[in-house]
């Protein structure tokens, strides 16, 4: 069984930055494409980024890139999400997935077969 654990969100102010966290127990942690998406209220869950396995490059939504970073540490079997500069329009609960490798498209929840309990981020204007 594989289960994904994600870190305590929490509140910020825009401007400001947040690390969240993605613990996988289970299978091999290392041979995932992990992702993280979002979902906020009234709106379809939407991708934020992606780092594929085996290749391990990195994929963002475009309004993400360069604000968001995703790493993995395969030795603690953990995915982060840093944010930074949080907008008001990130508040949402943010997700984290496990997939197949190279799954397509990466952007895809239905491409995901284990999913995180969801994590709130609030951003304050």
């Known amino acids: 069984q594989v289960q994904l654990v994600e870190s305590e969100g929490g509140l910020v102010h825009a401007g400001g930055s947040l690390r969240l966290s993605c613990t996988v127990s289970?299978?091999?942690?290392?041979?995932?494409?992990m992702a993280w998406f979002r979902q906020a209220p009234g709106k379809e869950r939407e991708f934020v980024a992606a780092i594929v396995w085996p290749i391990g490059s990195t994929y963002y939504a475009d309004s993400r890139e360069g604000r968001f970073t995703i790493s993995r540490d395969n030795a603690k079997n953990t995915v982060y999400l840093q944010m930074n500069s949080l907008k008001f329009e990130d508040t949402a609960v943010y997700y984290c997935a496990a997939g197949p490798p190279s799954p397509s498209p990466y952007s895809w929840p239905r491409s995901y077969e284990y999913w995180g309990q969801g994590t709130q981020v609030t951003v304050s204007s």
């Open positions: 289970g299978r091999a942690f290392s041979t995932y494409t």
